[in-house]
């Protein structure tokens, strides 16, 4: 249930409607709630218009209802428009895969759900606003509040301005990737789906002989992305009908519909109604997302630097701050313990084996291309040595330290290759010697 509500909280949270729907429901009940207050004064013959209330009778009140209502239906269309190019400025500058940072920005979405909401709620109150003669009443609380929300839309505005110039700077895109991959980690690692047997369990059993050959296949029902997989249900299922898994995807992975998710054991226990449950059990969908995918973060990183190295750019500055944010996250990741693959149920028999992310597989997303694309660039490969050398003495995994010592040997092979002068070679030669001192400091 945690796992679903996630996918769907992210779903929610990346469109650009729900926001606005849900300020736009607040206005209404917000509308009701001010227009029974100045009935409830009108009944009991209570004066409502002492200094602070809006006292020009109906005819002004309409006018400014009308005034106010008009003006934010502008201003929302101008933002949206200007939210528009801005992705259209992004997806350009910094990768499609970008869109999705600026499309859940929070602050998008309250500024445009503002202007939505006060237009919605002048529109409900000024249709209560009578000024004939056999039945006069002029809601001044409420129309007193929709000043109200005009003069929020005016500080609303100007944050959205300040705020959409910002949102473009390369600074600001690479800062929020990276710490949406710092909250993966602290999220994910160590992953539930990896853990060990519980503690004073003897465990029991493996994946038997010929499992490969004989587990029963359960298929995609869609050629989408898995965004989360769900390990709980999944541990559920195969007590409650004794199986053993393996799972040959994980988040972040594209399936075909039709090929296999996952492989289960006994296959004469796999009927249709057992497979469509393991099958409930992964999330997909048509982009991927950071639930349960650290690399997705590391790929969006690794996409702003391939473009700021690209020749039509050349912005070894946007590589560098790219090449920071993911030494920053591999620091964290280098702190913590990778999950085992096994999941074993509370007796300790083995019931999932996990298809996970491993060391080497982030260390070959972090580095693998930007080290391809930086061979000619000094600069983004004495930065890249750097970082591995301030990941060295964190690393207390062997699984992690091989990787990264096997990338920083990679740099130094091509920068002997790619770098033209002498003095830069030497650079990342000397550079080079640092990280295997620093992974041999921490290894002694």
């Known amino acids: 249930?945690?796992?679903?509500?996630?996918?769907?909280?992210?779903?929610?949270?990346g469109s650009f409607w729900f926001v606005p729907l849900v300020m736009v429901v607040g206005a209404v009940v917000l509308s009701l709630l001010t227009l029974a207050a100045d009935k409830a004064a009108a009944r009991e013959g209570v004066d409502l218009n002492p200094a602070w209330t809006f006292t020009r009778g109906p005819e002004g009140s309409r006018a400014l209802l009308a005034t106010v209502a008009g003006s934010m239906l502008t201003i929302a269309g101008l933002c949206f428009s200007i939210t528009i190019v801005a992705l259209q400025q992004a997806s350009t500058q910094f990768g499609p895969r970008l869109l999705y940072n600026f499309m859940r920005d929070r602050g998008n979405q309250v500024v445009l759900g503002t202007f939505i909401a006060a237009f919605t709620y002048c529109l409900l109150v000024l249709r209560t606003v009578n000024g004939t003669d056999d039945g006069r009443f002029v809601p001044h609380l409420s129309v007193t509040a929709g000043l109200l929300l005009a003069l929020a839309g005016v500080g609303v505005l100007i944050y959205f301005v300040h705020h959409a110039a910002a949102s473009l700077q390369a600074e600001h895109v690479i800062a929020a990737v990276g710490r949406d991959l710092d909250r993966a980690v602290e999220r994910l690692y160590p992953d539930r789906l990896g853990d060990g047997p519980p503690e004073k369990v003897t465990v029991t059993g493996g994946l038997p002989p010929g499992f490969a050959a004989d587990a029963a296949p359960v298929t995609a029902a869609a050629s989408e992305y898995i965004r989360a997989v769900d390990g709980a249900r999944l541990l559920r299922a195969t007590v409650e009908h004794?199986?053993?898994?393996?799972?040959?995807?994980?988040?972040?992975?594209?399936?075909?519909?039709?090929?296999p998710l996952l492989r289960a054991w006994p296959?004469?226990?796999v009927t249709d109604e057992v497979a469509s449950a393991l099958r409930g059990a992964f999330y997909l969908g048509s982009r991927r997302t950071l639930i349960q995918d650290i690399e997705f973060a590391i790929d969006q990183l690794v996409e702003v630097a391939l473009r700021a190295l690209s020749p039509?750019?050349?912005?070894?500055?946007?590589?560098?701050?790219?090449?920071?944010?993911?030494?920053?996250?591999?620091?964290?990741?280098?702190?913590?313990?990778?999950?085992?693959?096994?999941?074993?149920?509370?007796?300790?028999?083995?019931?999932?084996v996990a298809a996970g992310v491993t060391p080497a597989g982030v260390a070959d997303a972090a580095f693998h291309q930007i080290r391809q694309a930086a061979r000619?660039?000094?600069?983004?490969?004495?930065?890249?040595?750097?970082?591995?050398?301030?990941?060295?003495?964190?690393?207390r995994?062997?699984?992690?330290?091989?990787?990264?010592?096997?990338?920083?040997?990679?740099?130094?092979?091509?920068?002997?290759?790619?770098?033209?002068?002498?003095?830069?070679?030497?650079?990342?030669?000397?550079?080079y010697q640092t990280v295997l001192a620093a992974f041999a400091a921490d290894a002694a």
């Open 376 to 395: 000619t660039s000094t600069a983004v490969t004495l930065r890249m040595l750097d970082v591995l050398a301030a990941i060295g003495p964190l690393t």
């Open 242 to 259: 004794d199986l053993l898994l393996e799972l040959i995807h994980r988040p972040g992975q594209f399936v075909f519909h039709g090929s």
């Open 312 to 352: 039509g750019i050349n912005d070894p500055f946007t590589a560098m701050a790219c090449v920071d944010r993911l030494g920053a996250g591999l620091c964290e990741l280098a702190r913590r313990r990778f999950p085992s693959a096994f999941r074993y149920d509370d007796g300790g028999r083995l019931r999932v």
């Open 397 to 431: 995994d062997t699984a992690f330290r091989e990787p990264l010592l096997a990338h920083a040997a990679l740099i130094y092979t091509g920068s002997r290759d790619g770098l033209p002068a002498e003095a830069d070679r030497t650079a990342a030669r000397e550079r």
């Open 267 to 269: 296959p004469d226990r």
């Open 1 to 13: 249930m945690r796992t679903w509500l996630l996918s769907r909280w992210d779903a929610l949270r």
